[in-house]
């Protein structure tokens, strides 16, 4: 147990809930090194792993209605009645995946200037204002669905990948480290939609942040016995 992290101080102290985030995750250089050691492998197939978010999202009525809601069921650009996956408005938001996933992969660890990134990602999705548009937003539980989604398919990917480019072992290390960092991303989504609740120490581990931590200890666990049965490493 690590005394470093308390309650009063985490809910209070932006750059330490940060911290205690990471320690319990156990991310650290070692997955950086694992993320950045993905991207060539992972570039050439980003704009089909984009593709099909959008098609699972267009999928399901609830996450669709997010998109026609926002931006109308014409687009602009096109003059097109039917909002769909090649309508201008949804490339756009494609090529916001696309740089999410590269600064995931590439990003700024070392400054810190990834993590400011992905706390804004949280954010948009959860009411902020934003300089070109109404704020937006997308309830939790389907955030969380995509992420466990992606997680899926990044794993598939990864294995996919000849061991000629990316031996076992670094594949192993390849997947826990996406693991981590969807969960740090996670986090950030779920912190940004607990602003007006009552304050974490009032309402001690009852809610989402010790939930969510304890989940991905488990999932860790689980894909770590998994790799040891599918491998024998
Ligand atoms: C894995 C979970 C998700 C990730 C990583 C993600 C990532 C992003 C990123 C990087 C942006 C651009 C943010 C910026 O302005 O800098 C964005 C915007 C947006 N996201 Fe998500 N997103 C997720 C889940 C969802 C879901 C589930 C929906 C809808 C059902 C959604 C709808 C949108 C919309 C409509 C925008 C555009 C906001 C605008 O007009 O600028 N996102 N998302």
Redesign the pocket.
Known sequence: MSSRFKEEEISKNKQLRLEYVKDFVEFDDDDIQALKSAGPVLGPVLPNLIDQVYFK?FSYD???Q??VQ?YGSLDQATGEKILTLDSSAIKG?KD??T??VKMIIAGDYESGQIWKYME??GV??AGAS?K??PP?F?CLR??L???GW?ETILVKTLLDVPDSMLSIEEKARTIAAFNKV?WI??EF?SHAQEKDQPPRSEILMSKPVGFALMVVALSTIVTAICWKLATGI
């Open positions: 999202l609830p996450t669709k997010v998109f926002r938001r916001f995946l740089r999410w804004r990602v948009v999705h934003l070109h548009g937006l997308v389907d955030c669905l995509l992420f992606l969807l991303q996670a989504f």
